[in-house]
């Protein structure tokens, strides 16, 4: 039986998965969490076989909440399951330490082959995801200039994007309003943004628009 630690803050995925595994008869869920915080006491107090992982969500997250994960548990299975498609995000979560990475638009039957082969030491990447590696539009002409970026920095960028405000940006990664705009303004002198107008114009322009 593979023990999984479900990590999503949306009930209806949650929910979902928890249907999908309580039907495939060798996967059963241990815990869940809906924030890092409860990622990382999920661990200590419940021994599961793989981590199924959202990539935005409360407090660390992302490759932040990815290396936390292996710094505490080295061995330990990690798949991505998440709404992010772009070759940026897949490539910093395989780096930092994601066995195996699934866009949440793929099929539950994929889903479920991909969990039995990252728990069983293998890795994952599904067809879409694997091919947008292979043919990122981005390579052999330079790197686009958000990649420059620190993970909390393109973390932060993309929450702008998407519409949220300096105190949401706060609340949802768990920082002060003050780090917030500290690394606003780090990452628009990196990217050489003269105003908000310009941030936000890149962000489209580039498909951007969620937290890492």
């Known amino acids: 039986m593979i023990r ?3 990590a999503d803050d949306h ?5 979902g998965l928890l249907q999908l595994f309580g039907l495939a008869g060798d996967v059963t869920v241990v815990a869940q969490a809906t924030n890092g915080g409860q990622v990382m006491e999920s661990l200590r107090a419940t021994p599961c076989d793989l981590v199924l992982l959202d990539l935005s969500m409360p407090g660390a997250s992302g490759v932040e909440l990815i290396a936390r994960i292996r710094a505490h548990a080295p061995a330990l299975p990690i798949l991505v399951l998440s709404m992010h498609n772009e070759a940026l995000v897949v490539r910093r979560a395989l780096k930092a ?3 195996g990475y699934m866009s949440k638009d793929g ?3 994929t889903l479920l082959l991909a969990v039995r082969k990252v ?3 293998g890795r994952y990447l599904d067809p879409g ?3 947008l590696l292979v043919f990122d539009g981005d390579a052999g002409r330079g790197a686009p200039a958000h990649e420059q970026l620190s993970n909390r920095e393109l973390s932060i960028f993309r929450l702008f994007v998407g519409g949220k405000t300096v105190n949401q940006i706060a609340d949802e990664l768990a920082i002060s309003n003050k780090t917030v705009s500290t690394h606003k303004a780090r990452l628009m002198q990196k990217m050489g943004f003269q105003s908000n107008a310009d941030m936000l114009r890149y962000g489209i322009d580039h498909g951007m628009g969620r937290g890492l």
């Open 4 to 6: 999984i630690l479900i």
């Open 119 to 121: 728990a069983a030491g």
């Open 11 to 15: 009930a209806i995925v949650r929910g």
């Open 129 to 131: 995801v694997a091919e």
């Open 97 to 99: 330490g994601a066995n």
């Open 107 to 109: 099929d539950p039957e």
